[in-house]
């Protein structure tokens, strides 16, 4: 027979103790915290802890992508709208410039109206967003539409002329996910969006101020010589009223769709935003299941803790108190 010592067992009820003070912190600072897993040893479940709240971290980041994205896409709309607007403003003006009860120099006052338009063009085209420009691709840090001029008039509002600078990284297109599943596109092209808004308003403008462009059609080369007046009057009405087609067309293949395009981009990510929100409470609901303390059966368990803590205290004491006598 195995004879336990007095060290032998005043050890195991100073453990004991041990161990009883140990669960009455554990169950006192569950129903603190309202948490019973907080370290990996507390649970068998800690590892699935883990993942839950990985997910939910990830989910928390996408959730901030996307929060920009619509600030940015938003951003974007407007300004297009915008574009949208003054194409119809030129359009009425070009409408009243091609009468021809209109004189040259009535012609010229409408033209100022159309060259502020057509700066206004320009300064959309070169939005910037938190120091970047929108419509400049990756090459986002300086502007994607450069002014340079026109051979005729040397000077003055009908010198200006506006051109994608083309640089590189201007057409590569910016896109983000906003989910593991689901990528945006944030921008479109600055000259496939703005480049015929913008010739068709430098050639309104040239025309009702007197100056003729070449080529005749498509992208203006800078060059133009001024009307010869009367004999041009009624060339000057016909490019005036072609200049109404290529508003018409600036409008309905590149503006129009482009909103369009943006409320598309929108949508798609309110689709991805909602199902990062159902994923977020299904694991938080997980989560919450594994992780949290329930606050009745954590009160039972400290009661139970600090009844046997308060036994092992009085056992130990005694035991102790006789060991002592022992040597008295």
């Keep these: 027979m195995t004879r336990v010592s007095e060290n032998q067992s005043i050890r195991g009820l100073v453990s004991f ?64 709208r915008q574009a949208n607007d003054l194409l119809i403003r030129a359009k009425e003006v070009a409408q009243q410039g091609a009468n021809e009860t209109l004189d040259a120099t009535a012609r010229g006052h409408l033209a100022e109206e159309v060259f502020q338009i057509r700066d206004q063009m320009a300064a959309l085209a070169n939005s910037s967003y938190q120091g970047k420009y929108v419509w400049g691709g990756s090459d986002d840090d300086d502007p994607p539409f450069d002014q340079v001029s026109y051979t005729e008039p040397a000077v003055g509002n009908a010198n200006k002329r506006y051109v994608f600078d083309a640089e590189p990284g201007t057409s590569n297109s910016k896109s983000i996910k906003v989910t593991d599943e689901i990528s945006v596109a944030l921008s479109s092209q600055g000259q496939e969006l703005f480049g015929s808004s913008l010739e068709a308003l430098e050639r309104l403008s040239r025309a009702l101020a007197g100056y003729a462009t070449t080529p005749a059609s498509g992208t203006p080369d800078g060059g133009g010589a001024a009307y010869t007046f009367p004999t041009d009057y009624h060339t000057q009405t016909q490019d005036i009223k072609k200049c109404i087609d290529l508003l018409n067309a600036a409008r309905d293949h590149d503006l129009i769709p482009e909103r369009v395009s943006i409320g598309g981009r929108l949508r798609r990510i309110e689709t991805g935003e909602a199902l990062l929100e159902l994923s977020k409470n299904s694991a938080q609901e997980v989560l919450n299941r594994i992780q949290n303390a329930d606050e009745t059966e954590a009160a039972a368990n400290l009661q139970q803790a600090q009844t046997a803590l308060q036994a092992s205290y009085s056992v130990t004491a005694k035991v102790l108190r006789l060991t002592i006598l022992d040597y008295v």
């Design 17 to 80: 103790a041990s161990e009883n003070k140990r669960r009455v912190n554990e169950f006192s600072n569950q129903l603190t915290s309202g948490i019973k897993v907080s370290r990996p040893g507390d649970s068998i479940d800690a590892g699935v802890i883990t993942r839950y709240q990985q997910q939910i971290a990830r989910i928390e980041s996408y959730s901030n992508t996307i929060a920009q994205a619509k600030s940015y896409l938003t951003f974007q709309d407007e300004v297009v």
